[in-house]
Every structure is written in C-alpha cells, then in structure tokens.
C-alpha cells in the first residue's frame, strides 16, 4: 500500500520540480552588463552592480539609499527591492571617545583618541599628570606617568620629544623625528631628541646670532637671523637683510622685479637682475653698481665702495674719486671728473688719479725755479724770465707800491703818453677812476704829457717786477678767449653782441701786450727806449679802437690792476 501511494505520488513531486525550476528564472539585472561607470538602465543597457549599488534610479545612477531604490527605480537595470544599507552604529561602551568624554555612562576609551590616552577621574580624555595620574581609569585608557614621547613622528612644536621614539631620537629643524643627518646633523634640536655632532651646539640659546657663529635654525627664538644678528620670525628677521648662512629666511616682497631700486622702496638683494643697488637705482652685479655709490640700504655692495663719492664731491669729506660714477680725479675745488681742470693742475692725488705730470703744474701762476710748470696751468703755457717776488715778502711789496701810489695819485697813478704828428695828444691811463684820465686829458699838453709819462714809468719799474707773471698769463688768456669768442661769433654771423665782444677783447690783448712790453725793457733799464716801445704798443691799441680808446684804456688797466 505505501510502495503503491509512493508511486502515485511519484509523478506529481516530479512534476512540481520541474514547474519549480521553470519559475526560479534570474531578473534582467541579474544577467545584464554591469555597469563600468555608474550609469544605468535607458539608452546605456547596463545594469546595476554592489559595487556602484545594487538599485538604478529614474535618472539612470546606481545607487542604495530609497533615492535609488525608491519611486522612480528601474527594475530591468537594478534590484528596487535591495535594503537601505544600515546605519552607522552609534559610539557605545568601548567605543574611542568622539569628544573627549571617557568612562560614565557613555563608556568611552581614551586609547588612540586625538585628546589623550589617559581618561581623568573627571571623566575627559589627556595626556597630562592630572589625567594620567590619581585617579585615572585605567578601563578607559592608559594610566601612569605622562609620556611626551612622540607618537607621531612630530616634535617641537607640539612639545613631543623624539628620545624614544618609534621614528628616531633626532628631532630635526622642521619639526620631525628621524635618524638621517637632516634630523641629526644641521638644524638638530637637542631640546626634543639627541643630536649627532657639535653642529647642533651652535644653534643659538639666547637670540643672537651672525657674529657670535650662532644659527637660529632649530632655536626657540624663532630660525631667521636678521640683518642686526637677532633670531625671530617676524619680517623684520625673515626678509631684507636676512642671514640666510645662520638660519632661514622668508622671500622677499619688496625684492625689484625690474631692475629698479631705491627711491621706488624695492631692494636688489634676491633679484635676478642682481644684488647691487647702484648710485642711479638700478639692480646690477658689475662694478658700477657694486663699488661707487652702491646703496647698501637696498642690496650688497663690495666693501671698498663706502669710500667712493657718490655725489661728486671729494677731499674734504674723505670721499675718493677713484672709481666712482663722476670721473676718478679729484679737482682742486673738491670735486670729481675726467677732465683736465680735474685730472691736471691742482688734482689731489690723495683722493683721486691724476695726470703724470699734474703734480708739477703751477696753480698760483709761478715757475721756474720752483719746479713749476706753466703747460697746462690756467694762466698760460709760457714761462717768462721774470722771477716773482719772494712770497716771504708781501707785506714788505704792498706797502712800497702803496707809498709810491700815494705820491702821483694827485697827477695820475699810471700813465702811457701817445703823441704823434697826425693826432692830438691822447693820454691812456691806469688811473683810479676814469674820469679822472679823461679831465687830464683836455688839459694835457706835450710837456706835461711826458713829465706825467715818466713819473709812470718810474712806477711800472718798481712794481713790473711784481706783476709781470700775473699780466703775462692774463694776456695770454684774454687773446685765447678773443679767439673763442670770434670762432663763435663767426658761427653765428647774426650776432652783433658776440662780434662786439670778440673785437672788444681783441683790442684788450693788445693793450695788455704793450704794456707787457714796457715792463720787459723797463726792466733792462731802458727808459728811453721804453717810452718809444710804449708809444707804438698803444698806437696799435688805438688804432684797433680808434672810437673808443679811453674806455678800452680804462678796462685794460683795470684789468692789471686786479
């Protein structure tokens, strides 16, 4: 009877495992392409996958929250009945602390919190005495004495040593633990680990540095050593003047970026136009911006340039002109050039470079026997036979030519006698006033003319002597700028004021040439022969200026008598 039932049964449990296997066919997302970027369902034909999320959006995305599984979810590209993924669970008993809270009812550990391993009696996470000590919990963390061994590899700063550290003992300029040269050597801080060699002695342990060999580097003054040999980090010791050989130095923000410097406030010192600042404000490494007039208050400059003018002027402020902008001869007058009123007569060798033969030039008009040479002095090439009187002498000189003055200065006090055949006679005069000469003049006649004219002569012997040099160059000068003044005046035909004054100091050298000439032979003790010389000297003269011979007379010797 039951092998019988079996048998009838038989058919129909096979039956219904076939019917099973029929309806047990996989979803459309179960066989589909799997998505390779996330998309799905739509134009794509791709499917969902766990590893985007197992449901397709309306928007055609993979995802697992009800945005994707929800309304909207496209069954053929995904599983819309797949869950929500669980919630985070809550920090419970054990859990590491999420705000430094430890123990009580919430049963927080400290261990491998970011607030401390050790949980207080109070109940909060710390590293300090009062958490590691009395009445730490030791279930909640790590009790005993407080440890500010580094556990991070991170020293100084956050005052954690690297001595018994994981990392290394050295802990380095920057703030790190480790056992390289860049942790142990340079830099070292011996105050949060050991340090290798005796460099780590000379980081500086009371805020000076430069001079002493100190390094800022690794002190708690700060690692910049600024220009006046002090560690710090301000700007004032980070940036300009900054010491970069004794600690580090920031970058600049007032460094030139086109080459300018100075006036504008930038400085060359880190510019890559240069680090010297020259005398116009230009950033450059060449001599003319590193030696004379480097401006040391925006860049480098060499050691010898504080001796070099940067303003031209020499000798007496201890400035030399060797080398700067201006030229490299001192003048006499104290200033710098190339010229020859700077490099020849009266260049001061002291402060300057001068011509060879600068040094023999004369500068007060005499030669000779002095060892002085007239070529290229300002009074004159030449030197005449004449020898100046004796500067010992000069009171003795002023007072016989004043006495003997004082004795014609009634008549005249200098006079020339012109008289010929064809004109009435003319006096030229050296006179101390003009109108004086002129008075004389109307009244004058023949004999008195010549009485007045010896009594002059008398006074050119006794003081040509004197004066010769001094008339010689101004001769010589005036007829060397009567030729300039034409040269000019021929270039600018229009100009009557130059072609005056170009006749005007023609007629002027003649006369201070024949009374050069009167001296010359008065001298030999011709009197005689004088008077005639003198006559023909100021014939020329008035015959250069035939409309205007007193006033030419009246400056020529004016011009003698200066």
Not at 328 to 353: I, L, R
Request: overall charge neutral.
């Amino acid at each position: 009877m039951k092998a019988a039932m079996f048998c009838w049964l038989l058919p129909a449990f096979v039956t219904s495992q076939s019917v099973t296997a029929t309806t047990a066919t996989l979803s459309p997302w179960q066989t589909g392409e799997v998505t390779p970027d996330g998309t799905c369902g739509g134009a794509t034909g791709f499917v969902c996958s766990p590893v985007w999320g197992a449901c397709c959006s309306k928007d055609g995305k993979c995802g697992r929250s009800a945005a994707f599984c929800g309304d909207g979810c496209q069954p053929a590209a995904g599983n819309c009945n797949a869950p929500a993924p669980a919630p985070a669970p809550p920090p419970g008993p054990g859990s590491i602390s999420p705000d430094g809270s430890c123990g009580g009812a919430n049963q927080y550990n400290c261990t491998t919190s970011p607030f401390g391993d050790c949980c207080s009696s109070s109940g909060y996470c710390g590293t300090t005495s009062g958490h590691c000590g009395s009445g730490c919990q030791d279930l909640f963390g790590i009790c005993g004495a407080p440890t500010n061994i580094s556990s991070d590899g991170q020293c100084d700063s956050n005052g954690k040593t690297c001595l018994g550290s994981t990392f290394g003992d050295c802990c380095s300029s920057g703030g790190y633990c480790g056992t390289s040269s860049d942790h142990c050597d340079a830099g070292c801080n011996a105050a949060f680990g050991t340090c290798s060699n005796a460099g780590s002695g000379s980081i500086s342990t009371d805020g000076t540095c430069g001079k002493n060999g100190k390094t800022c580097q690794g002190s708690k003054f700060g690692d910049c050593c600024s220009s006046g040999g002090f560690c710090g980090t301000s700007k004032d010791h980070c940036q300009a003047g900054c010491q970069s050989q004794f600690g580090t130095c920031g970058a600049e923000d007032n460094v030139s970026t086109d080459g300018t410097c100075g006036t504008n406030g930038k400085t060359c010192k880190g510019s890559s136009f240069g680090d010297c600042c020259s005398s116009t404000g230009f950033c450059g490494k060449s001599t003319a911006h590193c030696d004379a007039g480097c401006n040391a208050a925006f860049g480098t400059c060499n050691e010898a340039a504080s001796g070099i003018s940067a303003d031209g002027q020499c000798g007496k402020n201890g400035k030399t002109c060797k080398g700067s902008a201006f030229g490299d001869c001192c003048s006499s007058g104290g200033y710098c050039g190339k010229s020859s009123d700077h490099c020849d007569a009266g260049c001061n060798a002291s402060f300057g470079t001068c011509n060879t033969a600068a040094g023999s030039i004369s500068t007060d008009g005499t030669c000779g026997k002095n060892g002085k040479t007239c070529k290229g002095s300002t009074f004159g090439d030449c030197c005449s036979s004449v020898r100046a009187p004796q500067a010992s002498q000069p009171m003795e000189i002023a007072v016989r030519r004043m006495a003997r003055l004082a004795k014609v200065q009634p008549l005249v006090t200098a006079a020339l006698l012109m008289v010929t055949a064809e004109k009435a006679p003319t006096i030229v005069v050296m006179a101390a006033s003009c109108l004086t000469a002129f008075a004389l003049e109307s009244q004058v006649t023949q004999f008195a003319a010549r009485k007045t004219a010896r009594h002059a002569l008398d006074l050119v012997l006794e003081t040509a002597a004197q004066v010769e040099a001094i008339v010689e160059a101004l001769a010589l000068t005036v007829a060397r700028g009567a030729k300039k003044i034409h040269r000019a005046a021929a270039s600018q035909p229009t100009s009557r004021l130059l072609m005056a004054l170009a006749a005007l100091a023609r007629e002027v050298s003649h006369v201070l040439v024949g009374l050069l000439m009167v001296s010359v032979v008065a001298l030999q003790g011709f009197v005689e022969r004088a008077l005639r010389i003198a006559e023909l000297a100021a014939n020329l003269a008035l015959d250069a200026a035939p409309r205007r011979r007193e006033e030419f007379a009246c400056f020529a010797i004016s011009g003698i008598r200066k």
